[in-house]
């Protein structure tokens, strides 16, 4: 990579980092703005024992002195305090143990969209409106449109209940097939209709019939030059969808009970856990933030004409 690619990515990396302090300060306010606090729903509690537990945590202090605080702890020691409900357990262990079940259930899901999405785009562009070409566009409109928790349900009902296939907790391994078709199919089917278009975009070019007429073979066009030039839509589109289905799709493991990172999080707002509130959605964003810049930076390596500016 030459000097100006390296000043892109530096310049890049420092708006990372703004965007990330942005979105721990507003949700760090916001999230202390609203009425009501992690203590107020304890049962039988006396209003003693309740400042005695905002003296132990630190959230009688000033809400700036608060935030200056957890911003130190996050920047210095990389430390997002401990978990107000789940006693006893740091937020960054939980987040760990969250993010690891979450990473292999998208990681899985990633795969399989991006390898079937493309294979599946190209076949329809190659096949255009002919019967197979109709046949993937029917399902992968059918598959963009359905919601996450209707398909989830309906796998779920079938698999797992009618037909006694599979398990419907998400906790073993077997368990784990059901939410990872759930997250892909949606990807799956946007980067299908994404490498289609796209291919029939390229396969109109002038250098794509300057080839044929030079006596190219068809698979060095197909796969040497149009499938080559598709892809970086598809790029575009995989870094962000890869960000969130690593992550877990928030209803899908609450569906089938996966003890992931989403999971998680659905269960620190409902508690009102502020730094578990604070540790997710700074992981969430931080790794939205990084697949963005892998995903501009692959456009370099995919296409050499594109300019990062």
Request: net charge positive; hydrophobic share 50%; aromatic share 8%.
């Amino acid at each position: 990579m030459n000097t100006k690619t390296w000043m892109y990515i530096l310049k890049r990396l420092g708006l990372a980092l703004l965007t990330v302090w942005v979105v721990i300060t507003l949700t760090f306010f916001v999230m202390h703005s609203v009425p009501g606090g992690p203590f107020t729903s304890e049962k039988a509690i006396s209003e003693a024992a309740q400042k005695a537990l905002e003296a132990k945590y630190g959230l009688d202090k000033p809400l700036l002195e608060q935030y200056g605080t957890y911003l130190k702890d996050i920047v210095t020691e990389f430390d997002f305090g401990p978990s107000l409900k789940q006693r006893g357990q740091d937020v960054i262990d939980i987040i760990g143990r969250g993010l690891a079940v979450s990473a292999k259930l998208g990681v899985c899901a990633a795969a399989i969209a991006l390898v079937f999405g493309v294979v599946l785009g190209a076949v329809a562009a190659l096949r255009r409106n002919k019967l197979i070409d109709r046949i993937i566009m029917v399902f992968t409109t059918a598959f963009v449109s359905m919601p996450s928790f209707v398909m989830g349900s309906l796998l779920l009902m079938l698999f797992a209940v009618a037909l006694n296939w599979l398990p419907a907790n998400g906790t073993t391994t077997a368990g784990l097939i059901l939410p990872v078709i759930t997250l892909s199919l949606s990807p799956l089917s946007n980067i299908t209709r994404l490498t289609r278009s796209s291919m029939l975009d390229v396969l109109g070019q002038d250098y794509i019939r300057t080839a044929r007429a030079k006596g190219v073979s068809g698979t060095k066009i197909i796969f040497g030059h149009a499938l080559k030039n598709a892809l970086i839509p598809v790029i575009t589109y995989c870094g962000p969808m890869l960000a969130y289905i690593v992550t877990g799709s928030l209803v899908v493991e609450q569906i089938f009970a996966v003890n992931g990172i989403g999971r998680a999080f659905v269960s620190s707002i409902t508690d009102r856990d502020y730094p578990m509130i604070m540790g997710t959605t700074i992981i969430l964003a931080t790794l939205i933030v990084v697949m963005n810049l892998i995903s501009d930076i692959l456009y370099k390596i995919v296409d050499p004409r594109i300019n990062l500016e």
